[in-house]
């Protein structure tokens, strides 16, 4: 088993607290390998806090239950209980954590911020359908009269 806590950067103007819309119905995607073969999965795989399978010959479930393809080990994954982390503009351009992973089987490699995010102005003002999928997002605040945007986003995953 291994603690994996997946960090984001961005640059952020004029915005702060950059966090997923949905709480615990936000789809994540991520890239997922396996620890046995090191095969990774060709495709994203998606999880949600609010959904979990169960274990094979297990009394135990999980956010993601995988088979990988090639050696036909099964793997799982599972959100560690605190919510995920606003990233805020103090943060901006360096790495901060979002959310935490317990990981038995499988190692998760890559992050496509996908789905919708929110931010906040300098006003307070919330804006909701932050779509991050073009790594920038341009935006008005009416409030506080000046353009906000969110630009080079970037991710990884290390131990925790």
Not at 66 to 92: H, I
Not at 117 to 141: A, I, M, N, S
Request: charged residues 30%; proline residues 3%; hydrophobic residues 30%.
């Amino acid at each position: 088993m291994v603690f994996l806590k997946l960090e984001i950067k961005a640059e952020l103007e004029n915005v702060t607290d950059l966090a997923p819309t949905s709480g615990d119905d936000f789809q994540y995607f991520f890239k997922v390998v396996c620890n046995s073969c090191h095969e990774e999965h060709p495709k994203y795989v998606t999880l949600k806090r609010s959904e979990t399978r169960n274990i094979s010959n297990s009394r135990g479930s999980a956010h993601l239950v995988w088979r990988c393809g090639n050696c036909k080990k099964e793997s799982s994954a599972s959100f560690v209980a605190e919510p995920a982390k606003p990233y805020s503009a103090e943060s901006n351009g360096q790495f901060s954590t979002l959310l935490k992973m317990e990981c038995r089987g499988l190692e998760f490699t890559g992050f496509a911020p996908k789905g919708q995010w929110t931010c906040k102005g300098e006003t307070g003002y919330t804006f909701f359908d932050v779509d991050l999928e073009d790594d920038d997002w341009v935006d008005y605040d009416e409030k506080a009269k000046v353009d906000v945007r969110i630009s080079n986003i970037e991710s990884q995953w290390t131990r925790a």
